[in-house]
């Protein structure tokens, strides 16, 4: 399996949204192959720079996601990240059974029981920013600081539920990032069984 996944330079853009549009173009990519799609999607992932996360991890998602996304947001559960929640975010989750902990939107000002969502980016206990907005978010600030504390810090940051679910499955099918081993596309043409190759054995790969 092949994936390519793209790069973006919102670190070189001050004060831009790092979110993307669909006229958006990427600066570069990378293109890695994987016996799944899981370990072709992590091994591109991990190319671009992406950093696994080994802390916390920062989930906010627009309330008619918020049901799609439990299921990922278990995922990570199991795999021992700790998860930190805004609002509506935090009370779907808690609904559905997902330990988490409250914290405050950006705007507000935050407690010891509750903090500020940016603090707890810049003191370096989050490690993964999940911030899935849609057209009906209301908390349009609150998200795009989050975002943006999120690049400015060096935090990785997804912002789409289908790449939030992609990952959740690969890192929870590698068990974060276990592996991973390096392979050419030939060495998984020879690994493959004939019954296996879209192309017949005498044809060139």
């Given amino acids: 399996v092949g994936c390519k996944v793209p790069m973006f330079s919102f670190t070189r853009l001050r004060g831009s949204d790092p979110v993307l549009g669909v006229e958006m173009a990427s600066t570069g990519e990378v293109a890695c192959f994987g016996a799944t799609r899981e370990e072709a999607f992590l091994k591109g992932l991990l190319s671009t720079g ?5 802390k916390g991890v920062m989930v906010s998602v627009q309330a008619t996601l918020q049901d799609e996304f439990t299921h990922s947001a278990w ?7 700790t ?3 805004t609002d509506k975010t935090f009370d779907v989750l808690k609904k559905n059974h997902v330990p988490c902990k409250n914290v405050a939107y950006p705007t507000e000002d935050g407690t010891e029981d509750r903090p500020n969502a940016l603090s ?3 003191d370096g206990t989050i ?6 907005p849609t057209h009906e978010s209301t908390k349009v600030q609150d998200n795009y600081l989050m975002r ?3 690049v400015d810090f060096g935090v990785p940051l997804l912002t ?5 679910k992609c990952f959740a499955n690969a890192i929870h099918a590698h068990q974060i990032d276990k592996g991973l081993e390096p392979k050419t596309l030939f060495e998984h043409y020879e690994a493959e069984k004939d019954s296996d190759a879209w192309t017949s054995p005498s ?3």
Wanted: hydrophobic share 45%.
């Fill in 50 to 54: 992406f950093k696994m996360p080994t």
């Fill in 75 to 81: 995922q990570l559960h199991e795999l021992g990240y």
């Fill in 83 to 85: 998860l930190y929640a």
């Fill in 120 to 122: 707890l980016i810049r």
């Fill in 127 to 132: 490690g993964l920013c999940i911030n899935i």
């Fill in 148 to 150: 943006r504390t999120a």
């Fill in 160 to 164: 789409n539920v289908n790449l939030v």
């Fill in 203 to 205: 044809e060139f790969h």
